[in-house]
């Protein structure tokens, strides 16, 4: 990613990662204040977001991100302040904001071009929110970075006594404020400086500072790592508090800071950790900040055990920081280079294969199966099954990064198409392998546009077919017998089966006389070249037709079906394995190769009888099963391992079931055995068969082809399936 | 390869259907016993298949096959040269193995011009150790570079 040999670069890189967690809790909070959440912590999630994103990209001088943040806070602040009502426009607004200030950051971390314009326009927009109530120019120094200071020296002392002489007083006089601020050992452990602090309080006004010396021990008794002084800082200012307690947002909780107006009586008080709240489960903000609204707070919550609060800025020690979680326990994350995990996914998968050689042999040595050594084995079979969950976990991540751009999709794809549109997601937290949401990105956004586009029918249409003018489209994820399934449903107008059908006539996807059982209608949808679209919109005109998802969701090992019903809506559903690493399957033979199919296609295994099998046509057989007819297909035929045959009599057979719910029969030679199989990519190799989906390696250190049986029969001709409609029509 | 200046190169010499084939020694990784392939569906037939080198999927070409040689019957004296070209590895199944060695680019000679001639299209140049003709293969155009058009 980057080059491991440059620090600055390396803490940058944990600055853009820190900002993806903390878009993620400011699409949070919108959401919740959308929803109407009155809970004044949720604006401060959002305003700290931005904040935190602003302070981060001044240390790094992201000038254009800085600029975006800074007056993008502003109109939060006024939010947080109770100075601004926010209706539903100002929420779109925000989400708007929000959006461009993700891309601002992506443009910033890949080295892109600011899209200043777009910003201006933004800008613009969200102070005419605003009206007169302030106008607040961007200033430099608000930017100025917190304990960024890479020299961890301790401060120097002396330096204080310049800063007196160098305030800056922009205005006169107006108001003062005593603050008094006494570190504690934490504050220096986390690597800021008193001194950092004192300068940006000056930079607020004309300061007069004074150190308290006297706590300060007799040299003998000095510990070295205990900080005895404490300052207080006599502030002439027109600033409020919240903009002095702005100034030690980074050492909440690390220091006794008491903000007063001269003549009040001098109480110390300790600044109010967090308190234990709130919204959102994932997302913790990373720097524990002084919302002024909690410092009014008559009844603080107690200090949180766990005083170390994350390093006020991403650097290396974030690595594996302890983190504060949201619900009050400490729930400590370590973020870890994926390319350690995978080397460990890699291990375990040499485990697997090691534990099946060795039972091979040890099967083949013909112990007793009560002996200590299988015994032994079974252990181990289990430790290792154990093991590799463990690590599949390691890779698994909730959904909910992934639908929260979704929900970015289908605001701007709604607003390009004029439809008003409201997402509802389900199933968040649902855990998915890490490569597997990388990869769903691109066939899940084209699938919401899809919905947004063509599936929901303009806001008139709807009124006349009694509907809310507001469509819906609700994104679900869920586990399913070992399988993540994810679900886009629209309440639409649902597939229009005649135009799709009369649509593939006249593209010459299907012969016109050929009925079609409103399933094969449906998966008409998938066929390469098809768009219902009767006029290319400025969203389906992309060249991406679902063809393209379908290929996207079947290299992930997916399937996707399609249920559509008139004028109720249309519901697209992925199913996927849960993992790209390991596989539960079926090994057999087949013309003296073996073969591994996925388990959880085969639904029966049967062995044919002289009357079971029909033809059809020359070359093409169907079997009989229970009174119905499903398509023979012959494994070895197919793979090329041996001519066709005529007579399949004493064959074994297994029943598979497709995705579009019908199922196919594939004969084979012998089944050996299901087991656990490590899944290894054939991408390297220059050559890939239709229906070969990786390969694995057996106990004798053997490769076997694993196979992916829907991608078999649909190589098999895609008609083959609509031909059959005539005979299994019962 | 083109390189004017006179430089030592080192070649991996085997022989492959009773003839004398070499490869630059620098895209030689290792050298296998013959282990039975797996075969690939529907792949070409100088594809021998592909073996598991130590967890990962390789595919083996038999270069006999490749080179329109009669092929023959596999021993347990063939080798498989695992070759890495264009970023991906590639086994070649030859008959044996039988020598490294040293000489500089003047000795190799260039092919004699027989373009209608597929078999030496492979040929990079010709050299002679102990008054045999040894050929040196051209890597790229014996290892497909269809992994480009997929990347």
Redesign the interface.
């Known amino acids: 990613m980057t080059d491991h040999n440059d620090p600055m670069a390396e803490i940058k890189a944990s600055f853009f990662i820190e900002c993806e967690e903390l878009l993620e809790s400011l699409q949070d909070g919108l959401q919740e204040m959308d929803e109407g959440s009155e809970d004044p912590e949720t604006i401060n999630v959002v305003f700290r977001a931005v904040h935190s994103i602003k302070g981060g990209a001044g240390a790094f001088g992201l000038e254009e991100l800085v600029r975006f943040a800074h007056r993008y806070e502003t109109v939060l602040d006024e939010v947080r302040a109770h100075r601004l009502e926010a209706d539903s426009e100002a929420h779109k607004l925000f989400f708007a904001a929000a959006d461009h200030l993700s891309d601002l950051v992506r443009a910033s971390r890949d080295d892109l071009p600011m899209p200043v314009a777009e910003s201006d326009r933004l800008l613009t927009s969200l102070e005419a929110l605003l009206g007169d109530v302030s106008d607040e120019e961007v200033r430099p120094e608000d930017f100025e970075p917190l304990g960024v200071s890479l020299t961890l020296d301790l401060p120097d002392l002396g330096d204080l006594s310049d800063v007196e002489e160098a305030p800056e007083a922009e205005e006169p006089p107006a108001d003062s404020w005593i603050v008094r601020f006494k570190p504690e050992a934490e504050l220096f452990d986390t690597g800021n400086e008193p001194q950092m602090l004192i300068r940006n309080l000056c930079a607020l006004g004309e300061a007069t500072v004074t150190c308290d010396l006297t706590d300060l021990p007799p040299l003998e008794s000095l510990a070295p790592e205990t900080p005895y002084l404490s300052w207080t800082i006599t502030l002439q200012s027109t600033c409020d508090e919240a903009e002095i307690r702005e100034v030690f947002e980074f050492v909440d909780g690390l220091c006794e800071l008491s903000i007063q107006r001269p003549g009040a009586a001098l109480e110390s008080e300790s600044l109010p950790p967090l308190g234990p709240s709130v919204t959102a489960e994932i997302a913790r903000p990373p720097e524990p900040t002084a919302a002024p609204t909690a410092a009014t707070d008559p009844a603080p919550e107690p200090p949180e055990p766990a005083a170390a609060a994350a390093p006020p800025f991403p650097d290396d020690t974030a690595e594996a920081a302890p983190r504060k979680s949201k619900d009050g326990g400490a729930k400590s994350v370590v973020r870890v280079d994926l390319e350690r995990i995978e080397r460990l996914v890699n291990l375990v998968g040499e485990l697997v294969i090691n534990q099946a050689m060795l039972s091979q042999s040890l099967g083949e040595a013909g112990l007793s199966p009560h002996s200590d050594a299988m015994n032994g084995l079974e252990e181990f079979q289990r430790l290792t099954r154990d093991i590799q969950d463990s690590v599949m976990m390691i890779r698994a991540q909730p959904v909910k990064s992934l639908f929260q751009r979704m929900s970015r999709i289908v605001r701007e794809s709604s607003a390009a198409v004029k439809k008003d549109v409201r997402l509802i997601t389900e199933g968040e937290s649902t855990e998915v392998d890490k490569t597997v949401i990388e990869r769903l990105a691109d066939p899940l956004t084209h699938m919401i546009r899809n919905s947004v586009d063509h599936g929901l029918e303009s806001p008139e249409d709807r009124g006349k077919a009694g509907k809310p003018p507001q469509g819906t489209v609700h994104l679900t994820a869920a586990h399913r017998s070992g399988r993540v399934v994810i679900e886009v449903s629209d309440d639409g107008g649902g597939i229009d089966r005649k135009k799709v059908h009369q649509v593939a006539i006249t593209k010459g996807l299907v012969p016109p006389d050929l009925p079609l059982s409103d399933n094969e209608i449906d998966n008409l949808l998938f066929l390469p070249g098809f768009s219902t679209a009767s006029q290319v919109s400025s969203l389906s005109g992309r060249g991406v037709g679902m063809d393209v998802v379908k290929t996207s969701i079947q290299s992930l090992g997916g399937r996707i079906s399609i249920h559509s019903e008139r004028g109720r809506g249309t519901t697209f559903s992925i199913s996927l394995p849960l993992t790209l690493a390991v596989l539960d399957g079926m090994v057999v033979n087949v013309a003296g190769e073996t073969l591994v199919l996925p388990l959880n296609v085969v639904v029966e295994t049967l062995s044919l009888g002289p009357e079971d099998v029909q033809m059809l046509r020359p070359g093409a057989f169907v079997v009989r099963v229970r009174g119905g007819f499903v398509p023979l297909y012959d494994l070895g035929v197919m793979l090329g391992y041996r001519p066709a045959r005529d007579r399949h009599e004493g064959a074994i057979v297994l029943l598979i079931s497709l995705d579009d719910g019908s199922r196919a029969a594939l004969v084979i030679d012998a089944i050996h055995d299901q087991r656990q199989v490590v899944i290894k990519g054939l991408d390297d190799s220059f050559y890939r068969a239709p229906g070969i989906a990786a390969a694995t390696i057996l106990g004798d250190g053997q490769i076997a082809l694993i196979l992916d049986p829907a991608d078999i029969i649909a190589a098999e001709g895609p008609l083959r399936g609509a031909e059959l409609a005539l005979t299994q029509g019962v | 390869m083109s390189d004017a200046s006179p430089r030592g190169l080192e070649l991996l010499t085997f022989r492959v259907a009773e003839q004398e084939y070499s490869l630059d020694i620098m895209s030689v990784r290792e050298i296998r016993g013959w282990?039975?392939t797996?075969?690939?569906?529907?792949?070409?037939d100088y594809?021998r298949?592909?073996?598991?080198l130590r967890?990962?999927?390789l595919?083996v070409m038999d270069l006999a096959r490749r080179l329109n040689l009669p092929s023959q019957e596999t021993n347990d004296r063939n080798v498989i040269i695992v070759v890495k070209m264009n970023g991906?590895?590639?086994g070649l199944l030859v008959d044996a193995v039988s020598d490294i060695v040293a000489m500089s680019e003047e000795d190799l000679q260039p092919p004699p011009d027989i373009a209608s001639d597929p078999q030496m299209s492979v040929v990079r140049a010709l050299t002679v150790i102990d008054d045999r003709m040894i050929r040196v293969l051209d890597l790229g155009s014996v290892?497909?570079?269809?992994?480009d058009e997929?990347a």
């Open positions: 282990t039975r797996t075969p690939m569906p529907h792949a070409p594809m298949g592909v073996i598991n967890g990962t999927v595919p991906t590895l590639t290892v497909p570079r269809t992994s997929m």
